[in-house]
């Protein structure tokens, strides 16, 4: 809860000459003005003004009651705990991203073989061949799934090392 302290001042009840000020109107509202700034400047916030009735007395036996015109002003009080509360901050904001780039089409080639962009699908480095050849991998399998499967016995191998030993109890030269 935010505690406040607060000012209440008489309204002015004449006006302030001021330069280029000539009304009695001018003059009252650059009162109003100039005591608003100099408060305002020792961090005093305007809130409204009130007439209230005010009690006088007259004379030794007898009372008046005259209305007053007042300002009243607020402020937060020094030392309020609530200044150093954690205050919730905001969310970010998300921008959107673009659209992940659609892949290249796989189309035939003059061949028959596909291909991407014109390069052909099945053209593998002499390397690959002999990687295939030596480990008993298929070809579609070799265009980059992560598991290989086993000649002989026929299931999916999920590393390299597992295909190779496989593949050498297999071969009668080793």
């Known amino acids: 809860m935010t505690h406040y302290e607060y000012k209440v001042v008489p309204a002015p009840a004449r006006g302030q000459k001021a330069k280029g000020v000539k009304s009695p109107q001018g003059r009252f509202a650059n009162a109003l003005e100039?005591?608003?700034?100099?408060?305002?400047?020792?961090?005093?916030?305007?809130?409204?003004?009130?007439?209230?009735?005010?009690?006088?007395?007259?004379?030794?036996?007898?009372?008046?009651?005259?209305?007053?015109s007042v300002m009243v002003f607020r402020r937060r009080r020094a030392g309020d705990p609530s200044e150093y509360a954690p205050r919730q901050l905001e969310p970010p904001k998300l921008t959107e991203l673009p659209p992940p780039a659609a892949p290249a089409a796989?189309?035939?080639?003059?061949?028959g073989q596909n291909s991407v962009d014109g390069n052909s699908e099945n053209e593998n480095t002499p390397a690959d061949d002999t990687a295939a050849q030596t480990l008993g991998l298929d070809e579609d399998r070799l265009a980059g799934a992560s598991a290989e499967r086993d000649p002989d016995e026929g299931e999916s191998v999920t590393s390299i090392s597992v295909a190779l030993r496989a593949r050498a109890k297999a071969r009668p030269d080793t």
Do not use: H, I
């Open 34 to 68: 100039s005591l608003m700034n100099k408060l305002a400047a020792d961090g005093w916030e305007f809130q409204r003004t009130e007439t209230l009735p005010s009690e006088e007395r007259t004379g030794l036996t007898s009372s008046t009651t005259t209305y007053r």
């Open 106 to 111: 796989v189309q035939p080639d003059a061949t």
